[in-house]
């Protein structure tokens, strides 16, 4: 009798960890950034990873223009690709918080005016931490 293999569909949350943006976005992540997010180090996961933009070009892949579907997803990461080969300087791979935390539309670190951003780094590097105490 001979043995096949299965293929688990492996899923979290309802979206399939198996399909093609997944494949394609852990290839990029080890073929191109280290396996790993560019600020926390972590090692890359199937979920909660995005390629970030450095900075945009003429007529350039931009998620916003793709339906919120998972079929817009998949065909956003597919078509984002070839433009992180051809130039990976131009990308960086983050956790979605960080991505979050820099991007968001109102409160994102990069909306900030460039004089107020440096000063809210200044501000953070002169705040000393204190271990809060445990009840």
Known sequence: MKKTKKIMKVKHGGKDLNDDAT???AYLALA???NRCFVTHDKF???GFVIHHLYYIEKDVIRSNYPKTEKGRQNYIRDLKPMVEQQPERFMLLKNGIHTRMDHV???LTR???ENFTRLVLAVNMTQRTKRKKR
């Open 23 to 25: 494949k394609i976005m």
């Open 32 to 34: 191109y950034f280290d």
């Open 45 to 47: 996961r199937p979920k």
């Open 106 to 108: 109102r409160n994102g």
């Open 112 to 114: 900030m005016k460039k």
